[in-house]
């Protein structure tokens, strides 16, 4: 158990949209969590790909520390979790071999297309666990073979390149690992076959470690600009659960066995926590992956579409002005009468970028529906389609859910910024007929400050002790 004195610890969170390092201190037994920086991210072309801004980010996360350590006089911990499959290629002195791609470049898709007609995406499923994905990491390292990198070339996903950069140790943590399609999930391991069968290198791929390693002091080359601060003199790098879905759900403080969750965005990722993955041809063709969670455990969900279809439709509706608010929009939507017909959410064509509220319009007209007028003062109608539409579309997933893994369901934990939505929760809760539990918004904070204080206590990847600390990190608040 930790002593009296609660340590001060640091979370680093990478999004695609936006990065936060925030800070935990203790009042007593209170914790207090600072957003100290926050600052925007995107990819940039770059030579006609889409690639990321490495040396910015950099940057901005030595603002963000500099600024802890001017509220604190020592900092126990720092950790990193962020979004998956991307990574960073190093030369000899372990430095970017160029910037990084995003998952979004376009090199991928001749890769699993050529996959595709040789059956191997479906060997994948039964080897991994993983729905094969042409972003998942697997097909962008078979990208960079045309382009002249050597299979034998170091790689790195983008929150352990961080983590190396603070420590000096180049790693790869165990959940984040599961998202590149080349970890064998049920024995913790690279799977071997999978780098035979599309000629990549298992000499290349960084060490893996669990969820909850301790790698050491601070002394990798980002120390050098926080030398001066003394806050950072006993500093630990520790690995939370690196993937930031992960770190959300490791935020869940519930008991049992018998709860799912969502984790609720610009996308809705809907599953459960089991033991061992489910790899049936049943799970494969329903959408379900199987992927890493703190404590050892599988992260059984489906990726289901999300507040990004209320996005792109303000983008379309109110593109010459009037924009709505969320908040104003969600409480507009509430007062709007039940839609004459739901949306397929999962569509194809609603998951792509565009006018969004005209192909919602085609695929009511698709089914003999009126279509709703696109003027921005019905942007409530179309969200209380959206909202309801995604509600159902949630009970269905998780009666999946029961059916492929036997469990009988009787809560669900919402997480993630969509967990403020009060309307879209309750329509869940209502379709669904389970029990509500709402997380916080920042949710991966949580998950990635709890696994570091049970690894500051000697207990790294407890379950119990992670959840134990996410409890105390949160306070219950209504859904």
Request: negative net charge.
């Amino acid at each position: 158990m930790l002593s009296n004195d609660l340590p001060n610890i640091v979370a680093v969170d990478l999004g695609a949209e936006s990065c936060r390092v925030s800070l935990l201190q203790w009042h007593g037994r209170t914790p207090r969590i600072d957003l100290v920086h926050r600052f925007p991210n995107a990819p940039v072309v770059y030579e006609g790909s889409l690639r990321w801004d490495l040396d910015r980010i950099i940057e901005e996360l030595h603002i963000g520390l500099a600024r802890c350590a001017e509220r604190c006089r020592s900092i126990a911990s720092v950790g990193v979790d962020g979004w998956a499959v991307d990574y960073v290629r190093l030369n000899g002195q372990r430095a970017p071999l160029a910037a990084p791609y995003c998952y979004r470049d376009l090199r991928t898709e001749p890769i699993f297309a050529r996959l595709q007609e040789r059956g191997i995406n479906d060997d994948l499923f039964r080897l991994t666990g993983v729905q094969p994905l042409r972003i998942n990491t697997l097909y962008q390292l078979i990208a960079d073979n045309p382009v002249g990198i050597a299979p034998d070339t170091p790689w790195v996903n983008l929150p352990e390149y961080v983590t190396g950069l603070l420590c000096g140790q180049f790693v790869s943590e165990y959940t984040n690992a599961t998202h590149t399609g080349l970890i064998d999930t049920r024995r913790h391991a690279w799977c071997d076959e999978v780098f035979n069968q599309c000629g990549l290198s298992l000499r290349a791929a960084p060490e893996l470690v669990a969820t909850g390693t301790d790698l050491g002091p601070l002394r990798g080359p980002m120390r050098g600009p926080l030398e001066s601060n003394p806050a950072f003199e006993a500093t630990r790098v520790i690995v939370p659960a690196c993937h930031d879905t992960a770190s959300a759900v490791a935020a869940i403080a519930l008991d049992g066995d018998d709860w799912a969750y969502i984790s609720s965005g610009t996308w809705s990722l809907v599953g459960t926590l089991i033991e061992q993955p489910v790899t049936t041809d049943a799970a494969y063709a329903s959408g379900f992956t199987n992927l890493g969670a703190a404590g050892g455990r599988t992260c059984f969900h489906k990726n289901v579409n999300g507040m990004w279809l209320v996005q792109q439709t303000i983008e379309q509706l109110c593109a010459g002005g009037n924009r709505w608010t969320m908040a104003e929009l969600i409480s507009a939507a509430e007062r709007v009468e039940a839609p004459d017909g739901l949306l397929n959410v999962d569509a194809p064509e609603l998951l792509l970028p565009g006018a969004m509220a005209s192909v919602i319009n085609a695929q009511r007209l698709s089914r003999g529906l009126e279509p709703i007028e696109e003027r921005a003062s019905a942007a409530p109608a179309f969200a209380a389609l959206i909202f309801h539409s995604l509600a159902t579309r949630y009970a269905a997933v998780l009666r999946d859910i029961e059916t492929l893994t036997g469990k009988a369901l009787h809560k669900l934990a919402i997480v993630g910024g969509g967990s403020l939505n009060q309307f879209l929760n309750r329509l869940t809760t209502e379709s669904t007929g389970l029990e509500l539990h709402c997380g916080v918004p920042e949710s991966s904070t949580i998950g990635n400050f709890a696994v570091q204080l049970a690894t500051l206590e000697g207990q790294p990847n407890v379950s119990e002790r992670v959840r134990y600390w996410a409890r105390i990190l949160t306070a219950p608040r209504e859904c």
